[in-house]
């Protein structure tokens, strides 16, 4: 695992953004762990947010001219992230995202920042269905842009309707990369490597989700 996946790893359980438990989840699963990026609510937790998210682009090497966040959640990443670029890797990209509702007033539209054009690099959290995702790619598409591909924070790695992941069917559906800061893998590694076992526990209780609904590797 890169000490970046690590580092976000443990900022996640700081700011409680990943906790351990029992958790219901919207496929009506019980999970012994849940990812909620709404934790993030400091300005520093945003900055280290947006380091994480461009570290992801820059380990992948992904090619793309512009980034766009969904709303809502979408909104804070893709500008934090536009933020890490600039200050951490140098480049200064345009940024955009949608409302949920079209403005039928002043200058209109649902996009707001940068006019969609070139290769979009989606910006969101998670991806459960993959509606959000779809939304985005028929914003892109209108807009007669391209999708370069989408980073997200986590990949759960379980099995969505049929026996891939929702990130897997995205992949395969429109043909781009999905790019996560961590996997559910990553997330085992560092329970099973952490000096204090005190999580030891959820590391078996998650290995036991893992067995009953994670993808065929
Ligand atoms: O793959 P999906 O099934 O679309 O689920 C994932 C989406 O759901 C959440 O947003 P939501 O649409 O709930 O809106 P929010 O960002 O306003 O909370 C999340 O931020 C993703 O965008
Ligand atoms: O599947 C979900 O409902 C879900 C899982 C998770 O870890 N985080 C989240 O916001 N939703």
């Known amino acids: 695992m890169h000490d970046e996946q690590r580092e976000f790893i443990e900022f996640a359980i700081a700011e409680q953004a ?11 699963r019980i999970s012994p762990y ?18 994480c998210y461009a570290g992801a ?32 890797h140098d480049r200064n990209l345009p940024w955009s995202f ?14 707001v920042g940068a006019p969609l054009s070139g290769r979009v690099l989606i910006i969101d959290d998670v991806i459960t269905a993959g509606t959000a995702i779809g939304e985005s790619m028929a914003l892109i598409e209108a807009a007669g842009a391209t999708a370069a591909g989408v980073v997200v924070a986590l990949d759960r790695q379980e ?10 069917d995205v992949r395969r559906r429109y043909g781009i990369p999905v790019i ?21 526990p959820h590391a078996r209780a998650i290995q036991d989700y893992r067995a009953r609904y994670g993808i065929q590797e």
Do not use: C, W
């Open 18 to 28: 990943l906790r351990f438990g029992e958790f219901t989840l919207k496929s009506g």
């Open 34 to 51: 849940f990812f909620n990026a709404g934790h993030f609510h400091s300005g520093a937790a945003l900055a280290m947010l947006g380091r």
């Open 57 to 88: 682009i820059q380990r992948a090497g992904l090619e793309f001219d512009l980034l766009f966040g969904p709303a809502y959640k979408g909104i804070p990443l893709a500008s934090s992230t536009a933020i890490a670029m600039a200050t951490h």
């Open 98 to 111: 949608n409302r949920k509702e079209a403005k039928d007033h002043g200058e209109g539209g649902s996009i």
């Open 159 to 168: 099995r969505g309707q049929g026996d891939i992941s929702a990130i897997e």
């Open 180 to 200: 996560p800061i961590v996997t559910l893998a990553g997330i085992l590694e560092y329970l099973e490597t952490r000096a204090d076992d005190s999580l030891t």
